[in-house]
């Protein structure tokens, strides 16, 4: 007789914490132990008109990153978007949506079952699908991540111990500088620790797992790619304003790493200044065309060179908000993720916490 699958919920305390990240470590590392795991996102977060399309984008990518079939991935058993909200606040939708959890989590083949919570810990409560709400409904034990904070991370662990009790197993503490590794493993983790909460992992800040993809920056801008539509996987790590004289500018390129540099369609010396130094895209603002030189450079260079109909300030402003904020749909992202995991992340006290010893036996058996 087959035994009952092992429920691990990954929440956290704020959004865009790494939560899929750290899923994707662990799944890869209990796989490659022999585990048989599955992955779910009971509640779908996306206010995106093409949500079915992105959910099954990201579904699909989950599959193909981690070796899942089928049955070991389920998509969103609920959207939450202003439609889905509404008609409960209005009375319109009256389902309990915890017993519907129940039957949707039977339909996933695993012996350990992977669930990415709730974007925070109150998200879902209207529909009875916050982080406490889901754990109890299938008991599962609960994985929080929060992103570096030396006091709201400890705080809002705090207050989460208090809410989800002996469900809360480990927190993560992820994109941590390296300047304050040594302060969190010698501050942080003992205080955690002596208040029951056991700290799995601390995971430093990785310019990598940061970045984004140039195509990301394309469909986030909505803009059009004037050349080297085949380099749309360059990451880029930072971002460079072209708005000073060329001297200063090329000195401050030159101490960047694979930037995006943004700047005037009709600033042609900042732009060949951009294109001689570690520039990973040319972003151009404005509504003239660059020179035929510059994107004949970009095309000898493989730099793809983007143009936006926003003005500087505001394509800034989406540029910026990407980093650190963006699914890890990267095959090298993914990688990266294994290896940090894989260094800094406690599985023996993960297992040891979901009981996992008599299933590892089953699975190698």
């Not at 889905?84 to 129940?102: E, F, H």
């Not at 505001?314 to 260094?343: C, W, Y």
């Not at 006290?349 to 699975?363: D, P």
Request: aromatic share 6%; with cysteine.
């Amino acid at each position: 007789m087959a035994k009952p699958a092992k429920y691990l919920l990954v929440g956290s305390t704020e959004a865009y914490s790494g939560k899929s990240a750290i899923i994707l470590g662990i799944t890869h590392q209990l796989a490659e132990q022999g585990v048989k795991v599955a992955y779910s996102k009971p509640l779908g977060t996306c206010l995106d008109e093409n949500f079915e399309e992105i959910m099954e984008k990201d579904v699909n990518f989950l599959k193909e990153s981690l070796g899942l079939s089928a049955e070991q991935v389920q998509s969103p058993l609920l959207r939450l978007d202003n439609t889905t909200i509404g008609k409960r606040l209005q009375g319109k939708d009256n389902d309990n949506y915890s017993q519907a959890l129940q039957e949707y989590i039977t339909q996933l083949q695993g012996e350990v079952v992977l669930l990415e919570g709730p974007e925070t810990l109150w998200e879902g409560s209207l529909f009875g699908l916050s982080t406490e709400d889901i754990a109890e409904a299938i008991n599962a034990s609960i994985l929080l991540v929060s992103r570096y904070d030396p006091l709201l991370c400890v705080s809002n662990f705090l207050t989460a111990k208090k809410i989800l009790g002996d469900r809360l197993i480990g927190v993560v503490i992820n994109d941590i500088p390296p300047k304050h590794l040594e302060e969190v493993a010698s501050l942080i983790k003992p205080y955690l620790e002596q208040q029951n909460i056991p700290l799995l992992a601390m995971i430093p800040q990785d310019k990598l797992l940061n970045s984004v993809s140039v195509r990301e920056l394309a469909k986030r801008l909505d803009a059009k790619v004037l050349c080297r539509s085949d380099r749309l996987d360059l990451m880029v790590e930072s971002l460079s304003i072209g708005a000073m004289n060329v001297n200063s500018a090329l000195e401050f390129f030159r101490q960047r790493e694979n930037m995006a540099v943004v700047t005037g369609s009709d600033r042609t010396e900042l732009q060949m200044a951009a294109l001689e130094t570690s520039t990973n895209c040319l972003i151009l603002t404005g509504h003239t065309s660059p020179k035929s030189f510059i994107i004949s450079r970009a095309e000898d260079l493989e730099v793809p060179v983007l143009a936006v109909d926003f003005d500087t300030l505001t394509t800034v402003e989406i540029v910026d908000n990407s980093f650190g904020k963006v699914p890890i749909h990267e095959p090298i992202k993914v990688m990266r993720m294994r290896e940090l995991m894989a260094q800094y992340f406690d599985f023996e006290r993960l297992r040891e916490y979901l009981g996992l010893e008599k299933i590892q036996l089953t699975a190698n058996s």
